[in-house]
């Protein structure tokens, strides 16, 4: 098993917490990782990417060129990162944000309006990162529900630890978004 994903988006989206919890999830479940993070110039708003591998082998590099996932959770990332998705692929992107069409025809697409979902059912629109991550692992299965919730302990500082039901429950409803679609 070899993972090598992209997520991207505008700073405060939850970006590099969403890497983090996957790299952290891999090293729950013994996988070899690698999370590399890259800020744009500005903070807050600018924008934000960051590279993860989940491997059952040693990573031989942690930068990745082409990646058999993507996840993307507004239109400039979609516009900058679609081209470099591997054929077969996935895109995963935030239809709330994204109203731009993806131009491939050779890889799988899941469309989730998961700033919407976040706050319409969860009422908290911090969590729509979360809402797609989960979708992310039911359809890829390269990390576990609970090893994502296992490693939400370590991202997220004590003081916030009061916010793990409401993270595991928008990771559960993009589980099941997913599944519904499958």
């Known amino acids: 098993m070899l993972q090598e994903i992209i997520l991207a988006g505008f700073g405060g989206q939850g970006v590099m917490s969403m890497g983090q919890l996957l ?16 800020y744009g110039p500005e903070m807050r708003g600018g924008t ?5 591998t989940i491997s059952d082998k040693e990573v031989s590099s942690p930068i990745i060129t082409e990646p058999n996932t ?30 731009l069409e993806p131009r ?15 706050s319409e059912k969860l009422n908290n629109s911090r969590v729509a990162n979360m809402i797609i991550l989960g979708a992310y692992i039911q359809l890829i299965g ?20 009061d916010l793990l039901p409401l993270n595991r429950r928008a990771l559960e409803l993009g589980i099941e978004l997913a599944q519904k679609a499958l």
Do not use: M, T
């Open 70 to 99: 993507l996840i993307v959770l507004n239109r400039p990332s979609l516009e900058k990162f679609e081209g470099d998705i591997q054929p077969g692929g996935w895109l995963l992107l935030n239809s709330s944000l994204i109203d």
């Open 104 to 118: 491939r025809q050779d890889i799988n697409v899941f469309k989730i309006p998961s700033a919407d979902i976040a």
């Open 48 to 52: 934000a990417n960051c590279s993860v």
């Open 23 to 38: 790299a952290y999830a891999g090293l729950e479940e013994n996988k070899y990782v690698s999370w590399i993070p890259s």
């Open 142 to 161: 390269a990390v576990s529900l609970e090893s994502v919730v296992n490693a939400l302990k370590k991202v997220l500082p004590e003081y916030r630890h």
